[in-house]
């Protein structure tokens, strides 16, 4: 069956700009959270969305948003760029809320 | 919110050696476990996961995993390892019924043939 797929796999911005990424979960999973990964910070929770509604946030600034639409893909943005944002945004999809995650190959976003 | 700590940061050994990797989480409640793992340039993935039942997990791999409740710990083990297991290992956790899963720093292990 088809993994969770991102795209785009790669995206260069500039500072100040804003960025959407789009995020493809295994059909049937409800459940998709976003990751930001860094070699300073490691895998850092962003938020988490279930039917639509989003059950879990992490600890970033209002910059960064999300939603899921009715056939469960997600979309994230972060809006403002500054050059901290460059990371690997994983995402990835459950089919409950057990965390049973599969993730995807990620999102590499880098600011000029 | 849940957070996990592992133990080391880099592990080198030698091929057939046995590995340990550590992991301890701090959170009060019921919990899920997890160990995952990243090979150069591939994505993240399942190597295996405590629900509940026998605290000895098996997963991929030849990996086991053994969650112990009173020293809050969930460590990898293999008795061989082997070069192709080169990779960064992840710990994660979340409460039960909650996707607000977390991860630990991560161990790069590094195998020498």
């Known amino acids: 069956k088809a993994g969770v797929t991102q795209t785009p796999r790669y995206l260069i911005k500039t500072r100040g700009q804003q960025v959407t990424l789009s995020c493809s979960p295994i059909?049937?999973?409800?459940?998709v959270s976003w990751y930001q990964q860094t070699p300073g910070q490691g895998l850092q929770f962003l938020f988490e969305?279930?039917?639509?509604?989003?059950?879990n946030k992490g600890n970033f600034p209002g910059r960064f948003s999300g939603r899921q639409f009715s056939n469960s893909r997600s979309e994230m943005n972060v809006s403002t760029l500054e050059l901290g944002d460059s990371a690997l945004y994983l995402c990835?999809?459950?089919?409950?809320?057990?965390?049973?995650?599969?993730f995807g190959s990620g999102t590499r976003l880098t600011v000029v | 919110a849940q957070s996990v700590s592992q133990h080391n940061h880099h592990v080198i050994l030698s091929e057939a050696a046995s590995l340990e990797l550590g992991c301890n989480y701090s959170?009060?409640?019921?919990?899920?476990l997890f160990w995952y793992v990243q090979y150069p340039g591939q994505h993240l993935q399942l190597l295996l996961k405590?629900?509940?039942?026998?605290?000895l997990v098996k997963g991929i791999k030849g990996f086991e995993a053994e969650f112990i409740k009173s020293k809050f710990s969930f460590n990898l083990r293999k008795p061989s390892v082997q070069w192709s297991d080169t990779a960064e290992y992840f710990c994660?956790?979340?409460?039960?019924?909650?996707?607000?899963?977390?991860f630990g720093a991560g161990t790069r292990l590094t195998v020498k043939p």
């Open positions: 990835a999809s459950s089919p409950g809320p057990a965390g049973d995650y599969t």
């Open positions: 059909s049937g999973h409800r459940s």
């Open positions: 994660a956790v979340n409460a039960l019924g909650n996707n607000d899963m977390r």
């Open positions: 959170y009060g409640g019921t919990v899920n």
């Open positions: 969305y279930f039917s639509e509604t989003q059950r």
């Open positions: 405590y629900f509940s039942g026998d605290p």
